[in-house]
């Protein structure tokens, strides 16, 4: 039922660019990023809806395939306030999760 | 100030002793839920509700209720809790999503967090 995320893990020096896989085994309408610091909430990052339209981060970018039931989450040029747990999410049902870790 | 609050922050229980966890936000959301957050496991939904009076399971439901007497309040309750529910309780809410399909949500507002011990 949960989205897969991959990888489960990414470590980070500040300055570079990763990417996060979200995939689903149900049809999409949309799609949800949220970060996770340690002990904390998860907070909104960006929504991807069917169709295209996309509302979220200024500075975080994400793809959404509809076909595919995938989305991406990019980010580029890290720096160390990203670090956290990311998750994707299809509104109430979130993945599994990937942890990426930024060091100077 | 738009926010979603729960209580208590931390709680350390015995087994077998009801305790509720209450949840409440004042952005008149629709939509209220209820996860559970292990480590590796990520967040796991426990129960969700998509009016007053209207409740579902989520993946992890049982030795939880629910209920939703007003449009604010989503409690968690668990009648005899067990070591195995030990874990970091997250509330949520939010609106729909217009124009989706059923069940189909915006963004989702979380309270701080309830981190249960069950002993």
């Known amino acids: 039922q949960q989205p897969v995320q991959s990888p489960q893990a990414v470590i980070l020096r500040e300055g570079e660019d990763a990417v996060i896989n979200c995939s689903s085994s149900k049809a999409l309408y949309s799609v949800h990023w949220y970060r996770q610091k340690h002990g904390e909430a998860p907070v909104f990052l960006m929504i991807l809806l069917k169709g295209g339209e996309q509302k979220g981060h200024e500075k975080i970018s994400a793809s959404f395939n509809e076909k595919k039931q995938q989305s991406s989450l990019y980010l580029t040029a890290s720096q160390l306030s990203y670090s956290g747990t990311y998750f994707c999410?299809?509104?109430?049902?979130f993945g599994t999760g990937t942890r990426l870790q930024v060091f100077p | 100030e738009a926010q979603v609050t729960q209580n208590p922050r931390y709680l350390i229980t015995v087994t077998g002793k009801k305790l509720t966890v209450t949840c409440s936000q004042n952005m008149n959301h629709e939509y209220m839920s209820w996860y559970r957050q292990d480590p590796g496991l990520g967040l796991r939904q426990i129960y969700y509700s998509m009016n007053v009076e209207v409740t579902d399971k989520g993946d992890v439901p049982e030795g939880y209720k629910v209920s939703r007497k007003e449009k604010r309040n989503f409690p968690l309750i668990l009648e005899s809790p067990s070591p195995n529910q030990t874990s970091l309780y997250f509330c949520?809410?939010?609106?729909?999503?217009?124009?989706?399909?059923?069940?189909?949500?915006?963004?989702?507002?979380f309270g701080p967090g309830t981190r249960l011990t069950v002993l």
């Open positions: 999410g299809t509104g109430l049902i």
């Open positions: 949520a809410s939010s609106l729909g999503l217009a124009g989706g399909p059923p069940i189909s949500t915006d963004t989702q507002y």
